[in-house]
């Protein structure tokens, strides 16, 4: 009999890891982000300080990223990254409702003219959202930080 206790316990303690109850937030939303191809994904309320860029699980479909009350994410100080929201080979990807702040104040770049003959999304790093080979992209109400009230 106690053998089955613990094996439901070890059973409990996984379901809990899989929901992502462990870890930062920007750990959380990673994890997420890499894991789930399709539904929805809520993001949490608040600022999420990134520091590396959140990348889209590749294949990913009929997804939505939602925000909640005053969700930004914000790039922390050292953020390194193409983007603080990459998403790649990707279809039909709605976004809604949150918002995205660099950290240009921190850290200020100066970066060269990109040569005519490359993409800008391989010369500049640094930007808010890169979305690469995706067919069926929506944004509504994602912005800047000038809307919600942190």
């Not at 930062?24 to 999420?48: D, F, V």
């Not at 590749?58 to 939602?66: C, Q, S, T, V």
Request: charged fraction near 20%; proline fraction near 4%.
């Amino acid at each position: 009999m106690g053998q089955a206790v613990a094996a439901v316990t070890l059973v409990s303690l996984a379901a809990l890891t899989l929901q992502g109850c462990g870890g930062s937030p920007e750990a959380r939303l990673r994890r997420t982000l890499a894991n789930k191809t399709t539904g929805k994904i809520q993001l949490p309320s608040g600022m999420i300080e990134i520091s590396s860029e959140l990348t889209l699980a590749r294949g990913a479909h009929d997804l939505e990223i939602a925000g909640a009350t005053g969700t930004v994410l914000r790039a922390a100080v050292g953020f390194r990254g193409r983007a603080i929201l990459v998403i790649e080979g990707a279809k039909n990807i709605a976004l809604h409702d949150f918002a995205i702040l660099g950290n240009r104040d921190a850290e200020p770049k100066i970066l060269e003219m990109a040569p005519p003959e490359n993409y800008f999304r391989m010369w500049y790093p640094d930007n808010g959202i890169l979305a690469d080979r995706v067919d069926g992209l929506e944004i509504l109400a994602v912005g800047d930080g000038g809307e919600v009230d942190v």
